[in-house]
């Protein structure tokens, strides 16, 4: 069987287009503080009417194999997470099969994997197996989350985001799988959905959903550690981990659930937790998990006691979440690209543990074992390529008034046919593939931006400025 | 690793409404034999208000379980192929974990593929490659294609039907994979898919499609032939095959597929095909590739010499997609379970090659090897339980008008809210879930239908006649 198996490459792609939580929160009349403290949001980005899914995770997949210089032919399969449905039947995969048909190569495998936010651990796991399987056939993996995250206009608007992600499987990876640590939890659950099929935006219970995720993380969590302590005859507690990260539609759920990963420590009797944070949680050990939920002096006192190991453990996980916003199937990748951004070679020989949630629900707590590895797949190469510092600082922030203007005519736009797009591609950087047209039949057209995409790895030769 | 990974049981549930293909033609003003022998169909299934994809896979999911006495807690993964969507971002596997947490397990793993008819292959796929996998726990997988095919009125409406079925996945099984032999065609085309979201009907290019799908079969072989040649170090030809299974969208389709696939044989100089292929075969071998596709001489000419090896190697796999009609995801395995049901233990020491096609496009060939298996996962067993003969024979015909009726009432409850059915479970055999009602919030609500599952065994309980 193949061995230390897992991501051997990352690219990620994120529309250039973004609206400042600050200025949201002024243009919507919030509370000053209210984006940007209350749910820990600095900016989001958005697709215009020239970007999609589609046209994202092609920019994603072909970045990828430029930059790492992966022969398309060496590619045996293909999978998409993805929740933002543009089509009910056609995956995204088969638009994303046009880059490997130009040379010849059409025997891969996979297609696309749903359930909200989840389905990119879906299409992730599937590959690994797949490499670890006796189906496997030698050639590499790739998997690609690609969301555009849109809310109807309200309190949910500002938790939107969008971006691809491009992940490279493979064996001998510097990203290694410990899939012997592994927790899930699936419960039928109406937290997030969305049941109006003519309409982009979904169906959502704020208060159920953050519920919902919490209960799942701590379930999770009972099983991962179970299964740790089962195979390695030691109890596992936080300490065991290096980093943490966690889908992160908000950034302030992320630091609620860091809190409550060390108030499970508390409950657990985990040797590593010291002797404040037992004195600081003593109070609530008697409460039911029910109120445990509903606590807001637990959650204060938990958030409190855990902020250093926060910053060390998930702080480092958080600035494309931030900044970009929630990206459903991508999120919890963006979380891990910005430690990859943030920390590159310093990871080696660290273990990392992630959290992905997506409504309706499913969840998993996994393992990921970090090594320097060989170049092109590198620690170092793949935080060079991707270039996360200069995507975020070529950016075009719109005034709030060009985001609502952009998200009605996308409203419109969303299921129709026979238009063509304005073509603009101007602030897009080489490289980049953008939507044309969508004909009479629903058929839709995408055009490249032309333009060496290596040029925009600095990020300033990108808009031209 | 895991040896002989495959299924070792399958159930299958089909709506106990149908109409007559012969009586449809009538009522549509359709030339005499149009559907019965231009399509080749007998009968199709559909779904009235009571039922959808979701109560289909319930239905599925806990006769199965049921009928095996295999322990809910004991499976540690499920996965679902489906087209047929009712809510974007919520999977209908999340529906089927109200069967798990009753018996408090919620640690499974899967969410649903997506592909036109392909998604139960995929998650065919995933599921045995997880058994084989390092993150396999030692529990069954559980694969559910769950399908209602519906047809805007014109001539592709009788080409629908109704269809769930479920297929337990784990090692030392009666039908087990053959990994190493397996051909996939993946590639970008608008053959059929589903852009119009409220819509329930996809947008078919029924010309189109019917070309896709022989170019896809005619590519997928190539590479099952390379790939059988490269690991086993001699020519592969439908000699080597038992029987052939095919994605059923009708049967006409099937027939010109399996003449295709014998053609093949002759253009690749299989020493298998007989002099009277050769001389019948002979005059079309200097066409071009598309000249081929387009020929009606060498449709005829290469039907009429496989036909002795289609009524040996195909037609007992046919009984259930005449009867049923296409159930996307479920087609090509409710032929295969036709062939269960019709060979059962005759089918031990044998090859299977099954071919699954997926519109927009994606397809793979693919090959399985059957032995007896030992109770109750084994091939006479399987056939008992599913009762094939039973649940056609127990049907209820509509009258065209009636089904007509249906349709439009379907079209209206499509996507939408606030509402409640019938309740009119007087047609569904006993164990059988059923709708009830849809909220102001869309949120779904089923309930099943008293009475002893196994009772409906043989079939004439089932509707207390």
């Known amino acids: 069987m193949a061995k230390n198996v897992g991501i051997l490459a990352t690219e990620i792609y994120f529309p250039p287009t973004c609206v400042q939580q600050e200025a949201l929160e002024a243009h919507d009349g919030a509370s000053k503080g209210k984006y940007t403290i209350g749910l ?196 596992f507690s936080l300490s065991d981990a290096d980093y943490i990260v966690f889908h992160s539609p908000y950034n302030k759920l992320v630091q609620k659930s860091f809190a409550r990963l060390v108030f499970n420590d ?60 929630n990206m459903y199937t991508a999120s919890l990748y963006a979380a891990f690209v910005s430690l990859l951004h943030n920390k590159n070679s310093e990871l080696a020989g660290k273990r990392v543990i992630l959290f992905s949630y997506g409504s309706g629900l499913t969840s998993t707590m996994f393992s990921l074992r970090l090594h320097e590895g060989q170049h092109p797949f590198s620690l170092s190469n793949i935080a060079t390529v991707m270039n996360v510092a200069g995507k975020l600082k070529s950016r075009h922030e719109f005034p709030p008034e060009k985001f609502v203007e952009t998200m009605k005519l996308m409203e419109h736009r969303y299921g129709a046919k026979d238009f063509v797009t304005s073509k603009d591609c101007s602030l897009l950087s080489p490289g980049t593939y953008y939507l044309t047209e969508v004909d009479s039949m629903y058929r839709r057209f995408y055009a490249k931006k032309e333009g060496d995409c290596s040029a925009c790895e600095n990020g300033t030769v990108a808009n031209g400025h």
């Open 40 to 235: 820990g949001q600095d900016c989001m980005a958005f697709c215009t009417e020239v970007e999609d899914v589609i046209s994202m995770s092609l920019t994603a997949v072909t970045s990828l194999l430029e930059k790492y210089k992966v022969d398309p032919k060496q590619i045996g399969r293909l999978e998409v997470g993805s929740e933002t449905v543009i089509d009910k039947s056609k995956s995204i995969k088969t638009f994303l099969m046009q880059i490997f048909e130009k040379y010849g190569n059409t025997d891969i495998e996979g297609v696309d994997s749903t359930n909200a936010c989840y389905g990119g651990t879906a299409a992730l796991f599937n590959c690994v197996n797949w490499v670890e399987s006796s189906s496997w056939d030698g050639r590499y993996g790739l998997v690609v989350c690609t969301d555009s995250a849109v809310y109807a206009e309200g309190p949910a608007r500002p938790t939107g985001g969008a971006a691809a992600i491009a992940m490279l499987i493979g064996p001998d990876a510097p990203i290694a799988f410990e899939s012997k640590f592994r927790g899930s939890h699936m419960s039928h659950v109406y937290d997030f959905y969305k049941p109006d099929l003519a309409s982009e935006y979904p169906v959502v219970d704020g208060k159920l959903s953050q519920t919902c995720y919490l209960m799942a993380l701590d379930t999770c969590y009972k099983y991962f550690c179970h299964k740790y302590e089962k195979s390695e005859g030691k109890q």
């Open 266 to 325: 508390f409950t657990r009797n985990a040797s590593s937790v010291d002797d404040i944070t037992k004195e600081k949680l003593g109070p609530f050990s008697t409460l039911t998990g029910d109120e445990s939920y509903q606590s807001r002096d637990l959650e204060k006192a938990s958030q409190q006691v855990s902020k250093a190991l926060y910053d060390a453990k998930v702080r480092p996980t958080t600035l494309i979440p931030k900044q970009v916003g």
